[in-house]
């Protein structure tokens, strides 16, 4: 499959439009490395070093490392992960060599305006990955830690982008805790909340003058085998048709930080590439769930769609 290889052609419907941005962002959800011995008890993933040189070429120019699977090759996944990324021009931001550079803020000039941008996992994980003060990893979301950052972003940055791996599998909406934890940090002085991990697109709530896009779906995401504990078991990873649908967020600031927003859905064909999907229907669904987000009574709502 297309996707499997290193190869540009993945992205030839979305090119043009990631490359019209100012600045592209993106949840690499693997090492990218060659070396190393994978985690046990887990399902590893990891890519092809010379993805980081085909991104590059996409309009992709940041990447968060917060999430569950970056340090599936462990230390030296991480390591090789940013030497590459280096390497090819990338930022990043989210993961490091102990919690302080995991966890420090990223900076970026564009177009006159300063751009912080942090990046945080809630996602647990059984094997050793998030960040330690002498210890390399993923910055690890702790509410007080987070909030206190971005106030301090506020006092330097024109703009705060709070990236977050955070949600359940496979779930549509989001927690009550996650919407609660959304208006703390817009409080705080977020502009921006952009979610993934759970697999499926996610609605998109304004909380005053901020965006928060709970969950992007999946973008560039291949069907894949993996071996458990049990070395003769296999197991399949097949993308049903929700895991399928992503979206492009499209952010854009006046000089007053309004934000405004736009989208672009996608969904990943039989052959593993990126497609601009324009059916009617992802419109539709897409305001249904953010309507959602919105009805009244959501803590108990939600206890019922979770069960």
Request: aromatic share 8%.
């Amino acid at each position: 499959k297309l996707s499997n290889k290193p190869d540009l052609s993945v992205f030839t419907e979305v090119h043009h439009i990631l490359e019209s941005c100012d600045i592209g962002i993106a949840n690499l959800e693997n090492p990218l490395t060659s070396r190393g011995q994978k985690v046990t008890g887990k399902c590893t993933l990891r890519g092809d070093p010379s993805w980081a040189d085909v991104l590059k070429q996409t309009g992709i120019n940041l990447v968060s490392l917060a999430n569950n699977h970056l340090m599936d090759y462990g230390p030296e996944g991480l390591f090789d992960t940013i030497r590459f990324l280096d390497n090819a021009g990338f930022m990043h931001v989210g993961a490091g060599k102990d919690k302080d550079s995991a966890c420090r803020p990223l900076l970026a000039s564009i177009k006159g305006k300063t751009i912080a941008f942090l990046a945080r996992s809630s996602v647990i994980v059984s094997s050793p990955s998030y960040a330690g003060p002498s210890m390399p990893g993923v910055a690890l979301l702790e509410k007080e830690e987070l909030i206190n950052n971005i106030k301090r972003c506020r006092d330097t940055a024109d703009l705060v982008v709070v990236l977050l791996h955070w949600g359940l599998e496979e779930y549509s909406y989001p927690a009550p805790a996650q919407k609660k934890l959304a208006k703390l940090l817009v409080e705080a002085g977020a502009d921006a909340i952009i979610g993934h991990h759970p697999h499926v697109l996610q609605g998109l709530q304004r909380i005053g003058n901020a965006h928060v896009a709970y969950s992007l779906g999946n973008f560039l995401f291949d069907e894949f085998a993996w071996n458990t504990r049990v070395e003769d078991n296999e197991m399949m990873f097949t993308l049903s048709e929700s895991n399928r649908k992503g979206m492009i967020l499209q952010l854009s600031w006046d000089k007053a930080r309004h934000v405004e927003c736009s989208e672009v859905f996608t969904r990943i064909d039989t052959d593993g590439s990126i497609a601009v999907d324009t059916a009617s229907v992802r419109r539709e669904e897409f305001l249904a769930l953010s309507a959602g987000i919105e009805r009244s009574l959501y803590d108990c709502w939600w206890r019922l769609y979770a069960i």
